[in-house]
Protein backbone atom coordinates (compact mmCIF):
# COMPACT_ATOMS: atom_id res chain seq x y z
CA UNK A 1 0.00 0.00 0.00
CA UNK A 2 1.59 3.41 -1.14
CA UNK A 3 0.82 5.91 1.69
CA UNK A 4 0.62 9.84 0.63
CA UNK A 5 2.67 12.45 2.21
CA UNK A 6 1.03 15.98 2.81
CA UNK A 7 2.13 16.87 -0.04
CA UNK A 8 0.17 14.50 -2.04
CA UNK A 9 3.28 12.73 -3.62
CA UNK A 10 5.27 9.67 -2.38
CA UNK A 11 8.66 8.35 -2.75
CA UNK A 12 9.90 4.88 -1.48
CA UNK A 13 10.62 5.53 1.96
CA UNK A 14 6.89 6.05 2.17
CA UNK A 15 5.77 2.66 0.60
CA UNK A 16 4.44 1.14 3.82
CA UNK A 17 2.46 -1.88 4.89
CA UNK A 18 -0.44 -0.25 6.15
CA UNK A 19 -3.92 -0.87 8.10
CA UNK A 20 -5.74 1.92 6.15
CA UNK A 21 -8.82 0.71 4.51
CA UNK A 22 -7.74 0.62 0.18
CA UNK A 23 -8.69 3.58 -1.42
CA UNK A 24 -12.20 4.32 -2.48
CA UNK A 25 -13.66 5.47 -5.97
CA UNK A 26 -16.04 7.06 -4.78
CA UNK A 27 -13.42 8.71 -2.30
CA UNK A 28 -10.82 9.50 -5.54
CA UNK A 29 -13.34 10.70 -8.10
CA UNK A 30 -16.12 12.58 -5.91
CA UNK A 31 -14.57 13.33 -2.81
CA UNK A 32 -10.91 14.28 -3.03
CA UNK A 33 -11.19 16.61 -5.90
CA UNK A 34 -13.56 18.36 -3.92
CA UNK A 35 -11.42 18.75 -0.88
CA UNK A 36 -8.69 20.21 -3.23
CA UNK A 37 -10.93 23.35 -2.92
CA UNK A 38 -10.77 23.87 0.82
CA UNK A 39 -7.98 25.20 2.56
CA UNK A 40 -4.87 22.85 3.41
CA UNK A 41 -5.96 22.62 7.19
CA UNK A 42 -9.76 22.30 6.34
CA UNK A 43 -9.02 19.56 3.68
CA UNK A 44 -6.86 18.01 5.78
CA UNK A 45 -9.51 17.70 8.90
CA UNK A 46 -12.22 16.68 6.11
CA UNK A 47 -9.79 14.00 4.90
CA UNK A 48 -8.67 12.56 7.88
CA UNK A 49 -13.05 12.55 8.55
CA UNK A 50 -13.75 10.31 5.88
CA UNK A 51 -10.66 8.31 6.54
CA UNK A 52 -11.76 7.51 9.74
CA UNK A 53 -15.12 6.87 8.90
CA UNK A 54 -14.53 4.45 6.53
CA UNK A 55 -12.10 2.59 8.57
CA UNK A 56 -14.57 2.64 11.23
CA UNK A 57 -17.76 1.60 8.43
CA UNK A 58 -16.08 -0.18 5.19
CA UNK A 59 -17.98 1.48 2.09
CA UNK A 60 -19.54 4.50 4.03
CA UNK A 61 -17.91 6.64 1.45
CA UNK A 62 -19.64 4.97 -0.99
CA UNK A 63 -23.11 5.33 0.87
CA UNK A 64 -22.34 8.97 1.38
CA UNK A 65 -21.81 9.83 -1.86
CA UNK A 66 -24.75 7.33 -3.39
CA UNK A 67 -27.10 9.34 -0.47
CA UNK A 68 -26.20 12.64 -2.09
CA UNK A 69 -26.53 11.70 -5.90
CA UNK A 70 -29.77 9.79 -4.59
CA UNK A 71 -31.69 9.19 -8.42
CA UNK A 72 -28.30 9.21 -10.42
CA UNK A 73 -26.23 5.69 -11.66
CA UNK A 74 -23.49 5.71 -9.17
CA UNK A 75 -21.76 3.15 -11.24
CA UNK A 76 -22.15 5.08 -14.42
CA UNK A 77 -21.11 8.73 -12.32
CA UNK A 78 -17.79 6.93 -11.31
CA UNK A 79 -16.87 5.21 -14.11
CA UNK A 80 -17.31 8.79 -15.91
CA UNK A 81 -15.45 10.92 -13.00
CA UNK A 82 -13.10 8.02 -13.00
CA UNK A 83 -10.61 9.34 -15.32
CA UNK A 84 -10.46 13.01 -13.35
CA UNK A 85 -6.96 12.65 -11.94
CA UNK A 86 -6.51 12.96 -7.95
CA UNK A 87 -3.35 13.88 -7.08
CA UNK A 88 -3.68 12.37 -3.81
CA UNK A 89 -2.72 9.25 -5.19
CA UNK A 90 0.12 10.13 -7.85
CA UNK A 91 3.60 9.52 -7.09
CA UNK A 92 6.68 11.90 -7.24
CA UNK A 93 7.38 12.41 -11.35
CA UNK A 94 11.13 13.37 -10.53
CA UNK A 95 11.58 9.34 -11.58
CA UNK A 96 10.78 8.41 -15.04
CA UNK A 97 9.23 4.82 -13.63
CA UNK A 98 7.18 7.07 -11.34
CA UNK A 99 6.16 9.07 -14.37
CA UNK A 100 5.60 5.97 -16.94
CA UNK A 101 3.19 4.30 -13.55
CA UNK A 102 1.55 7.55 -13.64
CA UNK A 103 0.72 8.11 -17.60
CA UNK A 104 -0.34 3.86 -17.30
CA UNK A 105 -3.19 4.41 -14.53
CA UNK A 106 -4.12 7.56 -16.47
CA UNK A 107 -4.78 5.63 -19.36
CA UNK A 108 -6.48 3.09 -17.96
CA UNK A 109 -8.44 5.78 -15.83
CA UNK A 110 -9.84 7.11 -19.42
CA UNK A 111 -10.19 3.67 -20.76
CA UNK A 112 -12.47 3.09 -17.69
CA UNK A 113 -14.54 6.45 -17.93
CA UNK A 114 -16.18 5.35 -21.82
CA UNK A 115 -17.40 2.66 -20.95
CA UNK A 116 -20.95 4.41 -20.21
CA UNK A 117 -20.46 5.71 -23.66
CA UNK A 118 -19.43 2.84 -25.00
CA UNK A 119 -21.66 0.07 -23.68
CA UNK A 120 -24.27 0.61 -26.31
CA UNK A 121 -22.21 -0.56 -29.07
CA UNK A 122 -21.17 -4.26 -28.63
CA UNK A 123 -18.44 -4.09 -31.40
CA UNK A 124 -16.55 -0.79 -30.00
CA UNK A 125 -17.59 -2.13 -25.87
CA UNK A 126 -15.65 -4.89 -27.30
CA UNK A 127 -13.03 -3.82 -27.98
CA UNK A 128 -12.94 -1.30 -25.31
CA UNK A 129 -12.68 -4.08 -22.74
CA UNK A 130 -9.90 -5.16 -25.32
CA UNK A 131 -8.05 -2.68 -24.75
CA UNK A 132 -8.74 -1.99 -20.71
CA UNK A 133 -7.34 -5.71 -20.38
CA UNK A 134 -4.10 -4.59 -22.53
CA UNK A 135 -3.99 -1.43 -20.45
CA UNK A 136 -4.10 -3.29 -17.01
CA UNK A 137 -1.59 -5.63 -18.25
CA UNK A 138 0.33 -2.59 -19.41
CA UNK A 139 0.51 -1.25 -16.02
CA UNK A 140 0.80 -4.60 -13.90
CA UNK A 141 4.05 -4.67 -16.18
CA UNK A 142 4.84 -1.56 -15.28
CA UNK A 143 4.57 -2.22 -11.63
CA UNK A 144 6.48 -5.60 -11.77
CA UNK A 145 9.26 -3.37 -13.09
CA UNK A 146 8.84 -0.73 -10.42
CA UNK A 147 8.94 -3.73 -7.86
CA UNK A 148 12.65 -5.37 -9.70
CA UNK A 149 14.12 -1.62 -9.41
CA UNK A 150 13.45 -1.54 -5.63
CA UNK A 151 14.83 -5.05 -4.50
CA UNK A 152 16.75 -3.82 -1.62
CA UNK A 153 13.41 -1.80 0.00
CA UNK A 154 11.71 -4.40 2.46
CA UNK A 155 8.02 -3.20 2.33
CA UNK A 156 8.13 -3.47 -1.46
CA UNK A 157 9.42 -7.28 -1.06
CA UNK A 158 6.34 -7.90 0.84
CA UNK A 159 3.97 -6.90 -1.51
CA UNK A 160 5.69 -8.56 -4.78
CA UNK A 161 4.65 -11.57 -3.35
CA UNK A 162 1.06 -10.74 -3.55
CA UNK A 163 1.24 -8.63 -6.46
CA UNK A 164 2.76 -11.35 -8.50
CA UNK A 165 -0.03 -13.58 -7.64
CA UNK A 166 -2.55 -12.13 -8.35
CA UNK A 167 -0.85 -10.56 -11.90
CA UNK A 168 -0.45 -14.12 -12.55
CA UNK A 169 -4.10 -14.48 -11.46
CA UNK A 170 -5.07 -11.64 -13.61
CA UNK A 171 -3.14 -12.90 -16.45
CA UNK A 172 -4.60 -16.50 -16.87
CA UNK A 173 -8.25 -14.62 -17.13
CA UNK A 174 -7.21 -12.34 -20.11
CA UNK A 175 -6.14 -15.84 -21.32
CA UNK A 176 -9.56 -17.36 -20.96
CA UNK A 177 -11.53 -14.35 -21.96
CA UNK A 178 -9.45 -14.62 -25.78
Known amino acids: VVSTQSTGNT????????????????????IAPLLERFQKDQAKSLRE??????KQNPGFIHDFVAGV??????????????????TEYLISQHIELHA???????TLRHLLS???????????????????????????NCVNGFYQSNTNNPAVTQNKRL???QKKNFCALQQSLQ
Open 49 to 54: SFVYAE
Open 114 to 140: SIPDQIKERSIFLQTIKDIAQSIKDLL
Open 11 to 30: NLRSIVMSSEPPPSLAFSTV
Open 100 to 106: QLNRKAQ
Open 69 to 86: IQNEDMTEILLRLGSTEC
Open 163 to 165: FDH
